[in-house]
């Protein structure tokens, strides 16, 4: 036990060791698009969302969407987890959400308003019981997007199971009933929304990890012929810096 004279080593939080050994990359190579749609495989037939298949493989028409980013989070050189990121406007409304939820998102978008809508959440098991703080350093993929776009909601369309954690991080609400979703024969999905602009410093004193700088925002997202951020007021965040770490 440490003497009250002794200095104490401040609280790293969560995740921040395991973010140094991270890297995100866009899948886009032949190879890495089939080592992701092999892996969302593994996943959903571990978790009972899916019978076996010949091909052992998963994927859809949103893949290819013109408003979609597929990331791959890499630990150590090794990919580790996925999420599929759509940005969601009045003139991009491609998303298996807006299919599933379209009677609620449709009206908003009319109106002008921009989502994050991020889907396609997998992890590697194995890669998941090693690095429990993986989940953070995922979804910390669309809090960068709701930055970078200047969103207006950071949308999470998710198993009734899974409310718990997107309510702990992001602070979202449920909008609906549950609803079936395309592909999961047992399982069914409700729509969560976060209020980026409300809940955005909450979650950042919270969850420090998720800070950003412009210029990880610009290479993570910045595409020709993509959406491209709304003409907004930006709002201001503090750089990631080592201090923001520890």
Avoid at 14 to 21: D, H, N, P
Avoid at 47 to 67: H, K, M, Y
Avoid at 133 to 147: D, G, K, M, N, S
């Amino acid at each position: 036990m440490k003497s009250a004279a002794e200095p104490q080593k401040p609280l790293r939080p969560r995740g921040a060791a395991l973010f140094e050994r991270t890297d995100y990359r866009l899948i886009e190579t032949p190879e890495d698009r089939d080592r992701l749609h092999q892996m969302r495989y593994r996943a959903y037939l571990q978790a009972g969302l899916i019978p076996p298949s010949e091909s052992q493989r998963v994927t859809d028409r949103f893949d290819d969407a013109p408003n979609v980013w597929n990331f791959g989070v890499y630990v150590d050189d090794e990919l580790c987890s996925s999420v599929r990121i759509h940005v969601l406007t009045s003139e991009w409304r491609m998303s298996y959400t807006t299919e599933v939820f379209g009677d609620v998102l449709h009206p908003r978008l009319d109106r002008g308003e921009v989502f994050i809508d991020p889907c396609r959440f997998v992890a590697d098991s194995g890669m998941q019981q090693r690095f429990p703080e993986l989940p953070y350093l995922t979804v910390r993929l669309p809090f960068i997007a709701c930055e970078h776009f200047n969103a207006d909601v950071g949308l999470s369309m998710v198993r009734v199971d899974h409310q718990a954690f997107y309510r702990s991080v992001f602070l979202s609400e449920t909008l609906t009933e549950p609803r079936a979703f395309p592909g999961w024969p047992t399982k069914k999905a409700v729509l969560m929304a976060s209020d980026y602009p409300k809940v955005r410093e909450k979650i950042l004193t919270r969850f420090p990890i998720m800070r950003s700088s412009a210029f990880e925002r610009r290479m993570l997202f910045e595409r020709k012929s993509q959406p491209q951020a709304v003409a907004r007021p930006v709002l201001v965040q503090a750089p990631l810096s080592p201090a923001g770490l520890v």
